[in-house]
């Protein structure tokens, strides 16, 4: 059985801060997902990392992936109060024909002024 | 263009009732996901559908729940005799298709917030 751990689990930062947070599975995949997800609200994909080594960035967040260490890892630099949300990372089951998602239990994290 | 849309957004019922929830994909996607998310919790899989067959429905937890595609297109998830702890987010995905060579990013829905009294 798939299993994805993210730690911390909730994690509260000052503005302008750098943090990381981690993602491990259980389980040979190359293709790992990072959501966000607001309170009340769907998801939101952010990263798709389809190999090993890959990293990707988009404003403050990066995101990179070690397939043989199955570890992802989400970087937040100088963080601001718009970043606070959960942040979830999904592994795919790798099975041609289905990518069903399973997904770690996120990151609730809380950016403070 | 439109994204996934689902409806109710919100439904309250009793113990014990049958609901529906519906979920219409993007236009064009072919595949179709259904997801739980139970507060606190990461989503969790219930079924895919390519198509209009049901492809993998491995995380249905039980046969009240059951779920349909009849154009390949809306779907609507159904859930009998319902109970309390089935009470949570029922998320809908698609995708462009699944198969391929590439990874097909998945689109989520709204959610439809189930709420079973």
């Known amino acids: 059985e798939l299993k994805v751990e993210q730690n911390p689990l909730f994690l509260s930062m000052q503005e302008g801060k750098n943090y990381t947070i981690y993602c491990n599975y259980s389980?040979?995949?190359?293709?790992l997902y990072w959501y966000r997800q607001d309170p009340g609200k769907s998801l939101e994909s952010l990263f798709v990392?389809?190999?090993?080594?890959a990293v990707k960035q988009e404003g403050r967040l990066m995101a990179s992936l070690d397939t043989k260490a199955r570890l992802s890892t989400l970087h937040i630099t100088a963080a601001v109060h718009d970043l606070s949300a959960t942040y979830f990372c999904?592994?795919?089951?790798?099975?041609?024909?289905?990518?069903?998602?399973?997904f770690g239990t996120g990151t609730r994290l809380t950016i403070i002024p | 263009g439109a994204g996934v849309s689902q409806t109710p957004s919100n439904k309250v019922t009793e113990k014990g009732k049958y609901v529906e929830l519906r979920c219409d994909p993007i236009?064009?996607?072919?595949?179709l996901y259904w997801y739980r998310q139970s507060l606190g919790q990461g989503p969790e899989f219930l079924i895919y559908?390519?198509?209009?067959?049901?492809?993998?429905d491995s995380g249905l937890p039980n046969d009240r729940f059951f779920a349909v595609r009849p154009e390949g297109s809306v779907s609507t998830l159904k859930i009998q005799r319902t109970e309390r702890g089935d009470s949570a987010v029922y998320l809908c995905?698609?995708?462009?298709?699944?198969?391929?060579?590439?990874?097909?990013?998945?689109?989520f829905g709204p959610g439809t917030r189930l709420t079973v009294l």
């Open positions: 999904a592994v795919d089951s790798a099975n041609f024909g289905n990518e069903k998602l399973t």
């Open positions: 995905a698609s995708s462009l298709t699944a198969g391929e060579a590439s990874y097909n990013e998945q689109f």
């Open positions: 389980t040979t995949s190359d293709r």
């Open positions: 990392l389809l190999s090993n080594g």
């Open positions: 236009s064009g996607h072919t595949a």
């Open positions: 559908f390519q198509g209009t067959g049901a492809a993998d």
